[in-house]
């Protein structure tokens, strides 16, 4: 069941209007649990990008990666020699437009949880996570950890000069009644236009969805 079906079950919406549901249960996280997980999201991604900052080749540079829901454990990851000039090699030739870009950026991110995932166990994470029985399998994550890991991912290609068409942003949010999506901003440096990476939609290395804010928006709103 999508979850924009599962909004419409008048049954389930009126339980959503009344009762509070956890981060373990769905994709997205109830807004007034942002102080339990935000700070520890926003350090990891201060240090990852100070990390890769001072370093020779962003991509090679040791990061943390979010397991779990809401972050709830974190892994010290850092990509071999050839990891690296796998994904490297995805933008060569480089992009000639911002949307050969984006295909570009989608294929690298499926790689670094490719390789990200054989290491820690992620490489079990299924497409989103609608269903409380799935929240605690091995290896599944939510909307806030596929988010901070895609972060982190878009900031080292970045860093390493292989992103010239989009400027990378912060976490976004989307709301749902007493509930929050959570992705990636990014910004076509030409159009002004907003886009988000959603790796959440699809299994652990499979393409994210990268789509218009506005479409990402209407997506997950009843």
Same mark, same amino acid.
């Given at each position: ?6 909004? &419409? ?74 990891? *690296? ?22 294929? *690298? ?20 996570? &609608?269903?409380? +029985? ?11 950890? +596929? ?6 991912? &878009? ?32 910004? @076509? ?24 804010? @506005?479409?990402?928006?209407? +997506?997950?709103?009843?």
């Amino acid at each position: 069941m999508s979850l924009r079906s599962a909004l &419409l079950n008048p049954g389930l919406v009126a339980a959503l209007l009344f009762t509070a549901v956890p981060a373990s249960a769905m994709n997205v996280v109830g807004q007034d649990s942002d102080e339990d997980w935000q700070p520890q999201v926003n350090r990891l991604i201060a240090k990852n990008d100070l990390a890769a900052q001072k370093a020779p080749n962003p991509l090679r540079v040791a990061m943390e990666v979010c397991q779990g829901t809401a972050c709830a454990e974190a892994t010290n990851v850092r990509l071999s020699s050839l990891e *690296a000039e796998r994904i490297r090699a995805v933008f060569d030739p480089p992009a000639t437009s911002a949307a050969e870009e984006r295909a570009q950026l989608a294929t *690298a991110i499926a790689f670094f949880e490719t390789f990200v995932g054989a290491r820690n166990g992620t490489w079990a994470d299924l497409p989103r996570n &609608l269903h409380p +029985e799935d929240a605690e399998d091995e290896g599944q994550m939510d909307c806030v950890s +596929e988010s901070t890991n895609t972060r982190t991912y &878009l900031d080292r290609l970045d860093k390493a000069g292989l992103i010239r068409y989009h400027g990378v942003g912060e976490q976004v949010f989307t709301y749902i009644l007493l509930l929050q999506h959570i992705a990636v901003e990014m910004v @076509d440096k030409e159009t002004g236009v907003r886009w988000v990476v959603d790796s959440w939609e699809g299994a652990n290395g499979e393409p994210p969805v990268i789509s218009t804010y @506005d479409d990402w928006c209407s +997506e997950y709103h009843v």
